[in-house]
């Protein structure tokens, strides 16, 4: 005879599986937010590199020292 019970997740599993997210939550958000943080850095001083090359170039054109 067989079991007529429907299967399905119980109340102690889903919460288990919450709580395993939310740990995996809490360890990603910071290291996310960190790398992003790191690659605004990295583009500003990108930015800062190519102005001065830019700026550089342009003395140049112009004949000025820079002084």
Known sequence: MRNN?????TLIELLV???IIGV???IAVPNFLH???KAKIAHTQAN???FSNAF????????SSGK
């Open 24 to 26: 995996l939550v809490v």
């Open 5 to 9: 019970r429907k299967l399905a997740f």
């Open 17 to 19: 599986v919450v709580a």
């Open 48 to 50: 800062f590199y190519t």
């Open 35 to 37: 790398a992003q943080m």
């Open 56 to 63: 550089q170039a342009f003395q140049m054109d112009n004949g």
